[in-house]
C-alpha cells in the first residue's frame, strides 16, 4: 500500500479564495480516469469496477475490448492553480446509462473537457450534445492513443461540427505536461467567455 500523502497536498493554501468545479467528459473508455489521476495534486478518488458480463450486454465496447474496469459513479481530483484558485476535477461515467447521473454533475459546474478518440468520434455527439442542452462551455481535447487515427485538427473540427471558437488541442492524459496545457485551454476559453458576458 502506498503512503498517505504529505499534510501540505491534502489541505488548502490558505490564500485559496475561489474554487472552481470543471467537469471531465467524454464516452466509454476515452481516458478520464487517466486524466484525472494525472492531474490530481490529491490522491484522486476513484469509484472504478470491474465489468461483468451482464455490462458488457449493454455497453458498447467497441475499441475498448481489453477494458476491464469501469467508472460506476465518478472520478475526482484537485489541482490548485494560483495562490489562490483551485480546480475541482470531476470525471464522469462514460456509458449512455450514465447520462442522467452526470446531467446532476453539471450542476455548479464552469465549464468541461470533453476528451474524445479518433477511432470513435461518433461517440462524443452525445455527450457535447448534452452539454450543449445544458448551456455548458466545454473544450474538446484528443487523446491520443497508440495506433489511432491521425487526423488534421481542421478535419476532426469539422467532423465533430464544433463551433469556431471552441477550442480543440491535443493531448496524452498519461502526461501531466499535455494534460495540463489540455486544461488550460478550457480555463482561458472559461475566462474569454467570462470577460466578454462582462463588457457586452
Known sequence: ???????DDVYLRPGVRTAVKILVVGHFAVGKTTF????SEIRPLHTEEVMTEAGALVDDLEGARGKTTTTV???????TLSDHVVLYLFGTPGQQRFTELWRDMTRGALGALVLADTRRLGQSFDVMGVLEELGLPYAVALNEFDGAPQHTLDEVREA???LPDTPLVRCDARDRHSSTRALISLVEYLLTRTSELEHA
Open 36 to 39: 484525472v489521476g494525472t492531474l
Open 73 to 79: 459513479a465518478l472520478d475526482f481530483g484537485r489541482l
Open 160 to 162: 465533430l461540427d464544433l
Open 1 to 7: 500500500m502506498g503512503s498517505a500523502p504529505a499534510s
